[in-house]
């Protein structure tokens, strides 16, 4: 018997704006100093939005958020920003709690 596997697909699973912002917050986590990294989390939450949509929202072109957001690009931290509230997301900053020296 053969076993049929599915590609898992991140999308697949950011179906409410808890479940994607669940998801950035982890990736912020992991991510440590990689804003590559955080670009491409952010093309996810977008695809499984919509590009279109998002496009709009934010007055970028859609070809280039796509470029931006593929982990290939390199998007200003504005185009971020901009993402980021068009999704419907907030920013939110804390402590690390480093030990002192």
């Known amino acids: 018997m053969a076993i049929v596997l599915k590609q898992w ?20 986590d992991e991510a440590g100093d990689d804003p590559v990294f955080i670009a491409k989390v952010l093309g996810d939450i977008a695809k499984a939005r919509s590009m279109t949509q998002l496009a709009q929202d934010t007055g970028l072109g859609r070809e280039n958020l796509y470029k931006a957001l593929s982990g290939e690009g390199n998007p200003s931290f504005g185009t971020i920003l901009k993402v980021i509230h068009a999704l419907g997301l907030k920013l939110q900053v804390k402590t690390i709690g480093k030990e002192s020296v």
């Open 9 to 28: 697909d991140i999308q697949d699973h950011l179906k409410t704006e808890e479940d994607m912002a669940l998801y950035l917050d982890a990736c912020f």
